[in-house]
């Protein structure tokens, strides 16, 4: 062969290279890779197999996201946004938003559509744009990790998130420059991860305890 | 090669032959002109013979580039267990450190208690004093060895990559954002945070309080 493969593997149509799976959690957001034929769980930039759903705006203008917003979260309330899962696909005026608006010490703010936005330090924001910063830390992550450049992912969205949600999580993914291929229920994956190597069939029921909801 | 001859049939489609490689005919007929048979790689030279070279160069060209791919992933597979191997030669340590560095951290307390002054304490005492107080250093030296690093920061400027904020402590005495107490200290595994500094962080003391 003349040809010198290269670092990465060649692109044509079809892209080829590799998928990457995505948990974007309340709490924290986990992504992973199928090595071979088993599913690996990338480490951050810190060595974490997790990170934080969290992102934060400094003083200084910088645009923190993960570990390093969560640390200085207690110096700066009103600008660390956390658990935006709970406004992503929703409207302004709904029962959910307005309960959330409560909790939390951030500013939440109606779109021009109405759509639940967010504020930090004057700018506007909405929900898929920060979970975009998310995932797109957690797309940097892997690329570091696997060598190459990924632009294909599977994220997981609650069973019972409706067409908005999902379509606002989508959102995010193409914000962050991936091309999301499926949005794929929680409880489906979870199922689908404890089935790849079961023969029998039958039924099973999965319970996810997770850092924001309780889901069956 | 030059006692067969064959009357040629280079130009016409052998029937059972598909590979567009004359076999020699019979030497039935002979003719005072030796023909040499004719190969060709082109697929477009004869009719019936497109389909099946064009489909063999699709198929090979097909291999060629699974083939290219197969490879970069083995390079890529290579680099990429050459970077976890040094990785967890570098790192590996981290979560068995972490875990003793809690045992570490209450030792260090155990040293602040100690008197600077020795005079008042018997021979017994002032022995544990000095015993406890150069296992500390022991233990202190052995971690630098290992890459493993204490954060103090104790008056500096809070930074969010090493120091965990766990409460605000309103104050004008000094700069808003410095650290004024360190509740416990962090720990770094060569350029890795081990696990941060908890920190009590300076506030102007006119802020509004939050809700």
Same mark, same amino acid.
């Given at each position: 062969?003349?040809?010198?493969?290269?670092?990465?593997?060649?692109?044509?149509?079809?892209?080829?290279?590799?998928?990457?799976?995505?948990?974007?959690?309340?709490?924290?957001?986990?992504?992973?890779?199928?090595?071979?034929?088993?599913?690996?769980?990338?480490?951050?930039?810190?060595?974490?197999?997790?990170?934080?759903?969290?992102?934060?705006?400094?003083?200084?203008?910088?645009?923190?996201?993960?570990?390093?917003?969560?640390?200085?979260?207690?110096?700066?309330?009103?600008?660390?946004?956390?658990?935006?899962?709970?406004?992503?696909?929703?409207?302004?005026?709904?029962?959910?938003?307005?309960?959330?608006?409560?909790?939390?010490?951030?500013?939440?703010?109606?779109?021009?559509?109405?759509?639940?936005?967010?504020?930090?330090?004057?700018?506007?924001?909405?929900?898929?744009?920060?979970?975009?910063?998310?995932?797109?830390?957690?797309?940097?992550?892997?690329?570091?990790?696997?060598?190459?450049?990924?632009?294909?992912?599977?994220?997981?969205?609650?069973?019972?998130?409706?067409?908005?949600?999902?379509?606002?999580?989508?959102?995010?993914?193409?914000?962050?420059?991936?091309?999301?291929?499926?949005?794929?229920?929680?409880?489906?994956?979870?199922?689908?991860?404890?089935?790849?190597?079961?023969?029998?069939?039958?039924?099973?029921?999965?319970?996810?305890?997770?850092?924001?909801?309780?889901?069956? | 090669?030059?006692?067969?001859?064959?009357?040629?049939?280079?130009?016409?489609?052998?029937?059972?032959?598909?590979?567009?490689?004359?076999?020699?005919?019979?030497?039935?007929?002979?003719?005072?002109?030796?023909?040499?048979?004719?190969?060709?790689?082109?697929?477009?030279?004869?009719?019936?013979?497109?389909?099946?070279?064009?489909?063999?160069? +699709?198929?090979?060209?097909?291999?060629?580039?699974? /083939?290219?791919?197969? =490879? @970069?992933? !083995?390079? %890529?597979?290579? #680099?990429?267990?050459?970077?976890?191997?040094?990785? +967890?030669?570098?790192?590996?340590?981290?979560?068995? /450190?972490?875990?003793? =560095? @809690?045992? !570490?951290? %209450?030792?260090? #307390?155990?040293?602040?208690?100690?008197?600077?002054?020795?005079?008042?304490?018997?021979?017994?005492?002032?022995?544990?004093?000095?015993?406890?107080?150069?296992?500390?250093?022991?233990?202190?030296?052995?971690?630098?060895?290992?890459?493993?690093?204490?954060?103090?920061?104790?008056?500096?400027?809070?930074?969010?990559?090493?120091?965990?904020?766990?409460?605000?402590?309103?104050?004008?005495?000094?700069?808003?954002?410095?650290?004024?107490?360190?509740?416990?200290?962090?720990?770094?595994?060569?350029?890795?945070?081990?696990?941060?500094?908890?920190?009590?962080?300076?506030?102007?003391?006119?802020?509004?309080?939050?809700?």
């Amino acid at each position: 062969m003349a040809a010198d493969p290269g670092p990465a593997i060649p692109k044509k149509e079809g892209n080829m290279g590799k998928v990457i799976g995505i948990d974007l959690g309340t709490t924290n957001s986990c992504v992973a890779v199928m090595d071979g034929t088993s599913a690996k769980v990338i480490e951050n930039a810190e060595g974490g197999r997790t990170t934080p759903s969290m992102v934060a705006f400094t003083e200084d203008g910088e645009r923190l996201v993960g570990q390093s917003a969560k640390r200085q979260a207690v110096t700066n309330p009103e600008n660390t946004l956390f658990a935006i899962k709970r406004l992503i696909g929703r409207r302004h005026t709904d029962k959910a938003s307005k309960h959330f608006a409560k909790l939390v010490p951030y500013k939440t703010v109606a779109a021009e559509n109405g759509d639940s936005w967010v504020e930090a330090h004057g700018e506007k924001y909405s929900p898929s744009q920060i979970s975009s910063f998310i995932l797109r830390k957690l797309k940097e992550d892997a690329e570091a990790f696997l060598g190459e450049t990924v632009t294909e992912a599977v994220i997981t969205v609650p069973a019972y998130f409706n067409d908005a949600q999902r379509q606002a999580t989508k959102d995010a993914g193409k914000i962050a420059g991936l091309d999301v291929l499926r949005i794929i229920n929680e409880p489906t994956a979870a199922a689908l991860a404890y089935g790849l190597d079961k023969k029998e069939s039958g039924t099973i029921v999965v319970y996810d305890l997770g850092g924001g909801t309780f889901d069956v | 090669m030059a006692d067969e001859t064959t009357n040629n049939d280079v130009k016409d489609t052998p029937e059972d032959d598909s590979s567009g490689v004359n076999t020699p005919a019979e030497a039935t007929e002979t003719s005072d002109d030796i023909v040499l048979p004719e190969f060709s790689d082109t697929a477009g030279d004869k009719a019936g013979d497109a389909d099946p070279i064009s489909a063999l160069e +699709a198929e090979r060209d097909e291999f060629k580039d699974q /083939a290219l791919r197969a =490879l @970069a992933e !083995v390079e %890529n597979m290579r #680099r990429r267990t050459e970077r976890e191997i040094s990785q +967890a030669r570098k790192y590996g340590h981290g979560s068995f /450190a972490r875990d003793l =560095l @809690a045992s !570490v951290d %209450n030792l260090n #307390r155990a040293v602040d208690v100690l008197p600077e002054d020795r005079s008042g304490l018997d021979e017994t005492m002032t022995n544990l004093v000095i015993g406890v107080e150069m296992i500390s250093q022991e233990i202190t030296t052995v971690l630098e060895r290992h890459g493993i690093t204490r954060i103090n920061p104790l008056n500096e400027k809070f930074d969010y990559e090493k120091h965990q904020a766990m409460f605000e402590v309103p104050t004008s005495e000094v700069e808003p954002g410095t650290v004024v107490q360190v509740a416990q200290a962090g720990w770094m595994l060569h350029d890795r945070l081990l696990s941060p500094a908890m920190v009590g962080v300076a506030r102007a003391e006119d802020k509004a309080e939050d809700a």
